[in-house]
């Protein structure tokens, strides 16, 4: 087997985790029991979702993938900071 080979089956198996992981962040969005927990499992969507957008960056070699990966998480940081401030004061403008 050679290494581009391995290189392919590694990055698919990789991708069917992370849309795993992306179903469930979903179902814990959907059933959790606290504003706290869906608040959490949002992060945790958007994590999985900016692995495997760069998984496909690796597996296609195109850096606009890498690039959306980065707005992802810059964007996912400020919400969920935003709503971290908001669960904790009930409010987000000062």
């Keep these: 087997m050679s290494a ?3 290189l392919m089956w590694s990055l698919s ?5 992370f849309v795993l992981a992306m179903a469930f962040s979903v179902l814990r969005m ?4 606290s504003a706290q927990n ?11 979702g900016m692995g495997l ?10 850096t606009v993938y890498f ?6 998480a810059l964007l996912g940081f400020v919400g969920t900071s935003a709503l971290a401030k ?7 403008i000062e």
């Design 4 to 6: 581009q080979t391995f």
């Design 13 to 17: 198996i990789a991708e069917l985790l």
């Design 30 to 33: 959907l059933r959790g029991p």
């Design 38 to 48: 869906r608040v959490l499992a949002l992060d945790a969507f958007y994590v999985a």
């Design 53 to 62: 957008i760069l998984t496909f960056g690796i597996q296609t070699g195109d």
């Design 67 to 72: 690039e959306a990966a980065l707005v992802i």
């Design 86 to 92: 908001f669960l904790m004061r009930g409010e987000t």
